[in-house]
């Protein structure tokens, strides 16, 4: 794994209901992820990108869902995300700078 790679992996972060519940319960944090991001690309880019120890990783692949446009029928992007468990002690806070 190239640092290059490593810097792509993360998308952004899931800022929903749910990702604030789990966040505030089980000091998880959600990720949108690349398509072919695997569990150890995702933890060594958050070590990385954050300098915190990750406990785990679990990864879900949301699939779009049908829409019509009018009369359209369409189809909203898969999404892939990724649960990511911080060690006890740790957070990931969105307000500071990364450096």
Do not use: C
């Not at 785990?56 to 189809?75: A, D």
């Not at 060690?87 to 990364?98: C, K, L, T």
């Amino acid at each position: 794994m190239n640092q290059e790679r490593l810097l792509k992996v993360l998308v952004a972060p899931v800022i929903s209901e749910k990702s604030t519940m789990v966040s505030e319960k089980q000091n998880q944090i959600v990720f949108a992820v690349i398509p072919d991001a695997t569990k150890v690309e995702v933890k060594a880019a958050v070590e990385l990108l954050f300098k915190v120890q990750v406990k785990s990783v679990q990864i879900l692949n949301q699939k779009g869902k049908q829409k019509r446009y009018g009369r359209f029928m369409g189809k909203r992007n898969d999404v892939r995300k990724a649960y990511i468990t911080v060690a006890p002690g740790s957070e990931i806070n969105f307000a500071e700078e990364v450096k």
